[in-house]
């Protein structure tokens, strides 16, 4: 006759066998799902100290114009950032991907976006090689992500060779949220995609809602692509508003000159870009035109609603002395003009750059960018109100006169 006593040591005895099992079953299923998995952890970091010959500075009685040195971060090719890329084999070619990437700033080791994390994408979806693959959340529309290498500002030159405010975001300074994206397979070197945000406010569909097209072909040492974006409100949409955005124009600095030009109810964007490597060399050229409709820069100084609208061309070339060493070189020029005044500047940019890799993932280099801006002044002395030909070099603050020079020498890693 069994006891009470006999009786539990043998549920516990099935209690443990069963414990064992599913555990036995939980290891081979996660060992299963590993196996048909891969999360990756990537970035870059880069560092360098910058000069600037001309930054405006806020006195007493005005606004004077003073060089300066400083630690400066995200200066070569891409900004300082780290991710975490993934994806699910679901079987039959098709896959789940995500991917979350931050930008921060190396030298103090703040966030570049005040109260964000994951800034640059933070994107889930499903992938087909038959298909393509269909993203959601924040990421880069399918206009950017098409001209994004034929920049001088990606190939060599960073941020500050970026053309004039990257108006037309050949350098990636906003990017989409609550956003849907398509990209195609590539077919015989074609490919093409499409983004749609949601702007995510109740009763107006129209407000920071945004969309964008885009093409792209390649074969051997050519490469081309074009494609169209439209942002509406772009200044709250993606930018954070003056509080916030540090980024092209001056609104991160004090005093700021130019950062409301993107206080506008859209903004409109076209592009199309090219590159060729012949041997050692690789060339490639842009032309954009942005359009920032119903701005409300001059609203502030007492003026209109104007549009303004910029118009660049770009070409730039890179050149491999050897292996390791490299040396690049671009030249714009940018059309601005203001609807409301009539008033138009050109803007001339130059960037010449050193780059010499010690590895794969080990960079050193030397940048150097020039503007001049000529015609009539579009920039607003933060004093008076008046129009004045400031320069305006990306990530710097604004010159206090039609020209100024930025160089950098850093060191970038990347992981």
């Not at 992500?145 to 030159?157: D, E, G, Y």
């Not at 954070?240 to 409109?268: I, K, M, N, V």
């Not at 050193?354 to 050193?364: G, I």
């Amino acid at each position: 006759m069994k006891t009470k006593a006999s009786s539990f040591a043998n549920l516990n005895k099935l209690r443990m066998l069963a414990t064992l099992g599913i555990c036995a079953i939980g290891t081979n299923g996660w060992s299963l799902a590993f196996a048909q998995s891969s999360v990756t952890l990537y970035g870059n970091i880069d560092t360098g100290i910058s000069y600037i010959n001309n930054a405006q500075v806020a006195t007493p009685t005005g606004v004077a114009g003073h060089s300066s040195w400083s630690m400066t971060t995200g200066n070569s090719l891409l900004p300082t950032y780290f991710g975490l890329r993934g994806s699910e084999d679901l079987g039959g070619g098709n896959s789940a991907i995500f991917n979350l990437q931050n930008y921060f700033v190396s030298n103090n080791g703040a966030l570049f976006e005040p109260n964000g994390l994951f800034d640059g994408t933070a994107m889930v979806g499903l992938k087909s090689e038959t298909l393509g693959s269909l993203t959601f959340g924040r990421q880069f529309d399918s206009y950017t992500m098409t001209l994004f290498p034929f920049a001088a500002s990606n190939i060599f030159a960073g941020p500050s060779g970026a053309h004039f405010g990257d108006t037309d975001n050949l350098n990636a300074s906003l990017n989409f949220r609550n956003a849907i994206q398509y990209t195609s397979p590539t077919l015989a070197g074609f490919s093409f995609g499409g983004t749609f945000a949601l702007g995510n406010q109740a009763g107006s569909f129209n407000t920071n809602r945004g969309w964008a097209v885009a093409a792209s072909y390649a074969n051997g040492p050519f490469a081309a692509g074009l494609g169209y974006m439209s942002l509406r409100n772009p200044f709250t949409a993606s930018l954070g508003g003056a509080s916030a955005y540090t980024g092209q124009f001056s609104c991160g600095q004090s005093p700021a000159s130019y950062c409301e030009l993107q206080d506008a109810q859209e903004l409109r964007n076209f592009g199309l870009g090219a590159s060729y490597a012949i041997g050692d060399l690789s060339l490639a050229t842009t032309l954009t035109r942005s359009k920032l409709v119903q701005s409300q820069y001059l609203v502030a100084s007492g003026g209109p609603v104007t549009d303004a609208t910029f118009t660049t061309g770009e070409l730039s070339a890179i050149y491999n002395v050897t292996p390791a060493f490299q040396v690049a070189g671009s030249y714009s020029y940018t059309y601005g003009k203001l609807s409301a005044t009539d008033a138009s500047a050109r803007i001339h940019k130059a960037n010449l750059g050193v780059l010499y890799s010690l590895s794969k993932r080990t960079l050193l280099y030397a940048i150097a960018s020039y503007e001049k801006m000529t015609g009539d002044g579009i920039g607003i002395d933060p004093v008076t109100g008046q129009m004045q030909q400031y320069a305006q070099l990306s990530y710097f603050p604004t010159s206090n006169s039609p020209t100024q020079v930025g160089a950098t020498v850093g060191i970038k890693h990347s992981f």
